[in-house]
């Protein structure tokens, strides 16, 4: 049996390289991506092409990607690996009704994200009316932890080792002018949210975008994710995020906390 802390690593004998490099041709796909040659998964995967291909062609085979001449893209079947961590957490609907109302209550998107690695995955959200990105934001959608109040939240659970391990393995990108790029700075920031209890990113990843976050625990105090507000700065200035959003958010928080055991 594997310990709950164990990860195995790609040179352990129990680990499973085929299993591995088929998740990774999935994730291959994305919204710049939707269809792909051969030669350009092989590519984006750093496999040969003939690995690639009998990775694309089992998937085919399975009924997870479709084959129209030389053109290889996902097929809905896919999503019935998003569907099983849907459907296995029982908390999704209480916590999608919780959104929806902090979304009739303020006018804003609303979301719950978990953190992945070096990425916040998107597990459940409320869409407002407003377009914040030019990307579209949906259940599933990851962003980098680093810049998004989300993540930060997230990042602000760790222990202090798991957060520096973290940190000295994190790959920093530029996507605007306020963007913290500088470790310790970012670190500083982090322990900073962990200490207040809520984290603002305030276009950090997107021109314009403003968000605020705080954690999601459920009545037995295990970590759930991170709820947050996500608006435009044009729009909402920080008074409105602390005197408004913030209260709204942390009353919701409670309100999960004492509705999923």
């Known amino acids: 049996m594997i310990a709950e802390e164990e990860v195995l690593s790609p040179n352990d004998r129990d680990f499973v390289t085929a299993l591995a490099s088929g998740l990774e041709v999935i994730l291959a796909f994305d919204e710049a991506h939707p269809r792909m040659t051969l030669s350009e998964v092989a590519a984006r995967t750093n496999m040969n092409r003939a690995r690639a291909r009998r990775f694309l062609l089992t998937l085919h085979a399975l009924g997870y990607v479709r084959k129209q001449q030389r053109v290889f893209e996902l097929a809905p079947k896919v999503l019935q690996l998003g569907y099983a961590f849907l459907s296995s ?34 597990v459940a959200r409320s869409s407002s009316r407003h377009r914040l990105m030019a990307i579209t934001l949906s259940v599933g959608t990851r962003l980098p932890a680093a810049h998004t109040s989300l993540g930060r939240v997230l990042l602000a659970q760790l ?92 009353q919701k928080a409670r309100d999960i906390r004492t509705t999923i055991s």
Not at 234 to 245: N, S, W
Request: aromatic share 4%; hydrophobic share 35%.
């Open 159 to 250: 222990p202090d080792e798991k957060l520096d391990a973290w940190l000295e393995h994190a790959v920093l990108q530029k996507h605007t002018d306020k963007t913290i790029i500088d470790k310790d700075e970012l670190k500083a920031c982090i322990l900073e949210v962990r200490r207040q209890g809520y984290a603002i990113a305030d276009q950090e990843l997107d021109s314009g975008l403003r968000s605020i976050a705080v954690p999601a625990f459920d009545a037995n105090g295990h970590l759930l994710g991170a709820i947050n507000i996500s608006t435009n700065a044009a729009r909402i200035d920080h008074d409105t995020l602390m005197q408004e959003y913030l209260p709204l958010l942390q």
């Open 89 to 122: 957490n029982n908390y999704r609907s209480v916590i999608q009704q919780i959104l929806e109302d902090i979304t009739r209550q303020c006018g804003e998107s609303s979301s719950l994200g978990v953190l992945d690695g070096e990425e916040v995955t998107y």
